[in-house]
């Protein structure tokens, strides 16, 4: 088993102050990327989001995280070092999207090019997916012709209390990452640690 981090930079501070009521229902890591490496992570959840004139937002959800483009490229610098000393690194990259808008082309070609950017600027790091998060349709296809096996194990795509995800109970956790990775991310390690999948957990 190969650790990996779910909305890997969401340790960061809401980017509007009006945004932070709400930062216990979008923070899903307490670690910085240099943290979660030193933590055994390999594998990082990029998710990404533009404003209308193409400025670069880290969101998960509707948050805004107050981290820069220039930020986002130490990290990347950081990781495709460590890529280039042997390590495999993986990146899979998202367009933070809950639904389509009226400028979907507009913000699709600035994800587009922010996937060719980054994929020829670090050249040693593996980026997957290239989706659409309101219907997971592929917008760029990176060059990693194999995705490895995933196993998400987090708030959103389990049920903290059992009965599956189609209870209304199992939306609870939900609104709070923490709670879920407190009570289970031990048994999901123990579960998993002889496996070869990567393991995508929150609050690393």
């Known amino acids: ?111 587009r090019n922010f996937c060719i950017s980054i994929e020829s600027l670090y050249t040693h790091v593996f980026f ?6 309101f219907d997971w349709q592929t917008i760029h296809s990176f060059n990693m012709s194999v995705t490895p096996v995933i196993e998400h194990k987090y708030s959103s795509t389990t049920a903290m209390f059992g009965g599956g995800n189609s209870k209304w109970y199992a939306k609870f956790d939900d609104f709070w990452p923490w709670l879920y990775a407190f009570i289970h991310n031990d048994y999901n390690f123990a579960k998993y640690i002889d496996n070869s999948c990567y393991l995508m957990l929150d609050f690393i």
């Not at 945004?19 to 910085?32: E, H, I, T």
């Open 1 to 111: 088993m190969i650790l990996a981090s779910h909305n890997s930079w969401s340790y960061a501070k809401p980017k509007y102050w009006y945004m932070y009521p709400f930062r216990f229902m979008a923070k899903c890591q307490s670690k910085n990327i240099r943290e979660q490496w030193n933590s055994g992570v390999r594998m990082y959840d990029l998710r990404v989001f533009f404003d209308e004139t193409g400025n670069l937002l880290i969101r998960h959800g509707l948050m805004s995280f107050n981290i820069s483009p220039q930020e986002l490229c130490k990290d990347l610098e950081f990781l495709n070092e460590k890529a280039n000393m042997g390590y495999t690194v993986i990146i899979r990259v998202i367009l933070e999207q809950n639904h389509k808008n009226k400028k979907q082309k507009l913000m699709e070609y600035y994800f």
């Open 128 to 133: 997957i997916e290239g989706v659409r998060k």
